[in-house]
């Protein structure tokens, strides 16, 4: 019997989550579940119901793993220890600050329920926490470095957009080529915030705004802009809607350390993604983790989990066998 | 109380494991083991006994985890299975087609006799297994490549040192440029040998020996180099001495796929190692996998394990809260 995976809000990634359940062969989509009219929203998959959000208990014994696609800050740290009680959840929450907290109160839901629930799955956090954590067991005596990039940050775009005068903004993170090459080279550099990414603002004025006016508010805004290089280029709403409609981003994390008696010898690990659509590739993290939960829940393993906790064998359509014959 | 390390084994491998466990604060090294006379051999750290492997069984209760340093030819489809009977065990075997034999062996002594072993731990097999597993699961609709190098192969070094007239040699594995940018800019190349790694040859002949006879009978060595690019340098062994004593190497594994209801979006996974010393590094992906060996062993799960098998909380010194405050 297939997985039955339901989704919970359908913006950018709940679209993700329903293509990338398509590339599995053991998972099905059961349900849409939305906070809209379910009569108003169109689904891309045929057959498929889509159901208000107040009815999703009625769900409970017909959905295997429940991914939740609201946003973090402040859809998930209700939402996920709230579903938790009834169903396997999953959930992509990426305020790094908050993950203990929001961590406690899901584990607590789930394991009082007898259900198994994961929290901050996608790529950052996800994949590059798992980098960060193999790395940093593997050498010890060594450094990180996040970069983040070319991509969209949706939080700087917004902030962008509440300025007066802004009609639509998109801001790129862009990694800086120098520090990159510096930290590739093992040269352990120490890098300030303005060092290590710059900040490319695209932005469609309304009538009658004033350029420089906005422009002086944009790169001055505190935490935002104010520590990093950041370019402001004005645009027309053609432009923006033919240029900078999409959703790519991507990133690179290093650890660079020594080995040897004398420390007399050093390696850089190096790993780096380059997505054409940051929500779809986002999703695709969450199903293979999906498959994870559904096999621990049958295990009896519940509370709640993060990509450290899973086995790698539990992500994959293979069997063990087949991973350490093909893949090992 | 610590973890106690026991080395089988004390050549490059042998010594990188010596080496890292000094960077770890929960092990210690307890003995080394060698078939050498152990009055012949002078390790790094003093106060650690080097014993015969004739009286290993003696130390059965004084080890928590045996690391086999011996070789994968030869020595470790011997060992491993036969010392998985007394301890709990650990190996870097790279043979890749005979893994799942090995496998079996290793799983069925060890539990038989209560013990965890682990087999293929490294990085090719090993950390690039970890990243093809991953990205596998993440993008199912893709395709992986691996490259090896700029680095050193010993194989293809051993099989030049076997001609007659060579006093020695060492061989590049080299990773062709315009194929690695090919696959990372995403155009799912279909490469065939030649065109993904070359082979640079530095040999220092005997006196008197014909360079171009040995030029051909290099290039031509079925298997070996038959199928590649291959260059031949003959240098003498004072440059030889001076160049070309390094151990480096590292490599590149990809993953190239596509996400979206229609498959419009595509996506690259790049995973690269530049390493200063291949048998050191080896070895600190072996001690950060005995700590979770022994941790398994703890729990009861015996048996045969590989990268696969076990969730990365289990790698790290960091307690998992630690674990998800600093790296999720």
């Known amino acids: 019997m297939k997985t039955r995976i339901g989704i919970a809000g359908y913006g950018n990634l709940g679209r993700g989550v329903e293509c990338a359940v398509r590339e599995t062969s053991d998972m099905e989509l059961t349900a849409v ?16 119901p889509v159901v208000s959000m107040d009815d999703i208990l009625e769900w409970k014994d017909r959905i295997d793993v429940l991914v939740l696609c ?15 009680k009834n169903f396997n959840v999953i959930d992509s929450f990426d305020t790094h600050a908050n993950i203990p907290v929001h961590f406690a109160a ?14 901050s799955v996608g790529w950052d956090p996800g994949m590059f926490s798992l980098i960060r954590a ?30 007066e005068g802004v009609a639509n903004a998109k801001q790129y993170t ?54 990093y290089d950041t370019t402001v280029n004005f645009i027309s709403a053609e432009e923006f809607a033919a240029n900078h409609s999409g959703l790519a981003h991507g990133g690179f994390v290093f650890r660079s350390g020594c080995t040897g008696f004398n420390h007399e010898h050093s390696h850089v690990i190096e790993f780096s993604l380059k997505l054409d659509s940051n929500p779809e590739f986002t999703s695709s993290v ?43």
Chains 1, 2 share one sequence.
Not at 70 to 84: C, F, I, K, Y
Request: glycine share 6%.
């Open 33 to 48: 579940f939305t906070r809209r009219d379910p009569s108003s929203l169109k689904i891309q998959t045929e057959n498929v």
């Open 70 to 84: 609201g946003g973090s800050a402040t859809d998930l740290p209700v939402q996920t220890p709230e579903l938790a």
């Open 106 to 119: 899901v584990d607590e839901a789930a394991k009082a329920n007898g259900n198994t629930a994961m929290i």
């Open 134 to 163: 193999y790395s940093s067991a593997v050498l010890p005596n060594g450094k990180d470095y996040t970069f983040w990039g070319k991509g969209v940050s949706q939080g700087h775009s917004d902030a962008i957009r509440r300025i």
């Open 174 to 227: 862009v990694p800086v080529e120098a520090a990159l090459e510096a930290v590739r080279n093992g040269e352990n550099p120490e890098l300030t915030t303005r060092q290590k990414h710059t900040r490319e603002c695209f932005v469609v004025l309304k009538e009658g705004a004033d350029p420089e006016k906005v422009r002086k508010e944009i790169v001055e805004m505190p935490n935002y802009f104010a520590d």
């Open 286 to 328: 969450i199903i293979a983790y999906a498959r994870a939960i559904k096999r621990l829940n049958d295990k009896g393993d519940t509370g709640c989990k993060t990509v450290f906790d899973i086995p790698p064998v539990l992500l994959s359509e293979m069997t063990p066998e087949e991973m350490r014959a093909r893949l090992l």
